[in-house]
């Protein structure tokens, strides 16, 4: 963003897919720093440790990150919701365990990790998630690209629409 000459203004846009790209590169970049200052509060455990665990949150998710390219949202975060029932852990413990995994995720480019945990936390309730498998579906990054079905994490991660499974059914963002 700052070697393109710093952010893109609506004013001065000549490619919207330019602004996109640097929300996303930001998004990562809070991502890692938010898992990192998570992880750093976890007693006993060293960053290598807090990096295999994560590691393995990847292959557990991969039929989820998979189906990101293949599916509507609401399909993909009704199996998210199932998995997150069954995981016998508490919606906290997932809560915090995806965040510090998606900045992991981010920071050794493992895309299943850093997706899988934004599915998890979007489907916990937390909207603004929704908005790491728009990006990734609106590039092609550790996902097919389809702007079809990116607008809709997008538009579930802004408000405009609900997340199925939420603690209270269908809760409106």
Known sequence: TNANGGFATLAAMPDPSQAL???FC????AAIQQGEALARAVPGVTPQQVAEQCKAFGPVLQDHVTAVSLKPAPEV???VTQFIAQSGMSPAQLSG????????GYAVDDTNVAIGSALVLTALGEAGYAAVPGHHLADGIGATRRPDL????????GGSASIP????????L
Do not use: D, H, N
């Not at 990116?150 to 991660?157: H, K, R, T, Y």
């Not at 499974?165 to 409106?172: D, K, M, N, T, Y």
């Open 165 to 172: 499974g939420s603690s209270s059914g269908l809760a409106e």
């Open 21 to 23: 790209s640097e929300q």
């Open 77 to 79: 975060l009704a199996g």
């Open 150 to 157: 990116s607008m809709q994490w997008f538009e579930l991660s």
């Open 97 to 104: 365990t995806s965040k510090i995994c998606l900045g992991v």
């Open 26 to 29: 930001l998004g990562r970049a």
